[in-house]
């Protein structure tokens, strides 16, 4: 174990009995306090078994980044890899339709430029052991404000689709009629952002800043790379959470109707408020 390891975490027994008493108290309190959207223990297994694959995961990626410092060729299939894990893990917790899919489309949007830049500018150079990381900051990112962007639009659309039909009525585009509703809710996706980078320094100390001085870099280098990190997901993140507004509002990032809720009829309003052809009415 080299020294800068060392002096954050040494990687000994006592770190893995503390690693599952904390796993094993998240699963208790959230278990014994029922927070799950059903009060059953649905949220406390999944819990459990995030920190038993997050192991596994992070053991593997370790593994694979020391085998793509010595095999560069095999480093596009890691990273699309890592980019399709992020789709389907965002489009699934999105909606449970065929349209999760689409959830591709605003990562990959927040992302690819970026990357490409970096590339472009020999910032980042196309070397596992940086580009892994930093493409998986970047990835990580998007699928949170996506996740969050969507899970928000399609709820407030689902509350509010009574307000959309009566923009209709009005004569709006049921395009704009659902993204003036879903807006303002999909704009929440950028708030955990927004805080962790204004209360940078003053309240957490970001894991890139904690890495480079741990790596031997100067309080100054470890300062700017962090701010990179964080200004870059900033920029990610407003991509995404703008595509996947713009989605869900063209219908195609679409959630099943609940049992007790009447989907918002598509029908032109003419033919909706139309009256009664004269023979339904009846002659008394």
């Known amino acids: 174990m080299n020294s800068a390891s060392a002096a954050l975490l040494p990687v000994d027994a006592a770190l893995g009995?503390?690693?599952?008493?904390?796993?094993?108290?998240a699963v208790t309190v959230v278990a014994v306090c029922r927070l799950s959207p059903d009060q059953d223990a649905g949220r406390a297994r999944e819990v459990l078994f995030a920190g038993i694959r997050a192991a596994l995961q992070l053991a593997a990626v370790s593994a694979?980044?020391?085998?793509?410092?010595?095999a560069p060729a095999g480093l596009p299939a890691f990273l699309?890899?890592?980019f399709a894990v992020a789709v389907r893990t965002a489009g699934r917790r999105i909606t449970p339709d065929r349209t999760w899919w689409w959830t591709a489309v605003p990562i990959a949007a927040g992302v690819l430029p970026l990357v490409g830049l970096l590339l472009a500018t020999g910032l980042v150079p196309p070397r596992g052991i940086t580009l892994i990381p930093i493409t998986g900051i970047l990835i990580g990112g998007a699928l949170t404000a996506t996740v969050l962007a969507g899970r928000q639009s399609l709820a407030v659309l689902r509350l509010r689709h009574g307000e959309v039909e009566a923009a209709l009525a009005l004569g709006m585009l049921e395009r704009d009629a659902r993204i003036e509703i879903a807006r303002p809710a999909a704009s929440e996706a950028l708030v955990p952002g927004l805080d962790q980078t204004r209360t940078v320094g003053l309240v957490t100390l970001p894991g890139?800043?904690?890495g480079m001085l741990l790596g031997g870099a100067d309080p100054i280098t470890a300062g700017a790379?962090?701010?990179?990190?964080l200004v870059a997901l900033m920029a990610v993140q407003a991509v995404a959470t703008a595509i996947t507004l713009e989605l869900?509002?063209?219908?195609?990032?679409t959630a099943p109707a609940a049992p007790d809720s009447k989907p918002p009829s598509r029908r032109p309003w003419h033919r909706r408020h139309?009256?009664?052809?004269?023979?339904?009415a009846g002659n008394h």
């Open 17 to 25: 009995w503390v690693l599952a008493l904390l796993l094993a108290a």
């Open 64 to 70: 694979a980044i020391g085998w793509l410092a010595h």
């Open 80 to 82: 699309f890899v890592m």
């Open 208 to 210: 890139a800043f904690v």
């Open 225 to 229: 790379v962090q701010l990179f990190v």
């Open 248 to 253: 869900i509002a063209r219908a195609r990032i």
């Open 274 to 280: 139309s009256p009664p052809p004269p023979h339904a």
